[in-house]
């Protein structure tokens, strides 16, 4: 008989603890129904409520028990290479957020950010690895403008082009 597991129900709560942030800052989040490195895509909207081009990618990891690394100042989240491989060819951006079940927050990084410049990740390399997520980026609905504003950066450098 299936059973649900303490692991599934805090990746619930970490993926609802995302949703309402997006929510609160206005926008829309989409469950991704097959979850191959992205949990959700985020919509956002102008002013005026009208849609914007573009989506924000996030991958959601969840814990009961937070760790940190440097003083309490990161959180080490261990991935895929293969997904960091699939997050650094996107064009819009991809979110990472560790949830923590214990105090009811989440904390983000930019993953492309993190890895400009390029040369800190080797494209061939296989198995997992470490990222390390500041505290200090602590997952709020103000959050989803920082999002908004990464993406709004990036179709910038498309204007004008096909």
């Known amino acids: ?8 129900v805090i990746a619930d709560l970490a993926v609802n ?6 929510l609160l800052a206005g926008y829309t ?3 991704q129904v097959h979850d191959y490195g ?7 909207f102008s002013s005026e409520g ?3 081009s573009g989506s924000i990618s996030i991958q959601v990891k969840a814990t009961d028990h937070l760790t940190t690394v440097g003083d309490s100042q990161f959180i080490p989240c261990r991935i895929w290479c293969s997904h960091a491989r699939r997050w650094l060819l996107e064009p819009m951006p991809v979110i990472l957020v560790v949830y923590d079940a ?4 989440a904390y983000w990084l930019h ?13 061939g390399r296989e198995g997992q690895m470490t ?6 980026q602590r997952l709020t609905d103000a959050s989803a403008s920082i999002f908004r504003q990464l993406k709004i950066d990036v179709l910038r450098q498309f204007t004008g082009r096909i």
């Open 1 to 8: 008989m299936a059973r649900r597991t303490r692991e599934h």
């Open 17 to 22: 603890f995302v949703e309402r942030q997006i």
């Open 29 to 31: 989040a989409e469950r």
């Open 38 to 44: 992205i949990d959700l895509m985020v919509t956002t």
């Open 50 to 52: 009208e849609t914007e």
């Open 102 to 105: 214990t105090l009811d927050a």
């Open 111 to 123: 993953v492309q950010g993190f890895f400009s410049p390029a040369s800190r990740f080797r494209i």
């Open 131 to 136: 990222l390390h997520i500041p505290r200090s």
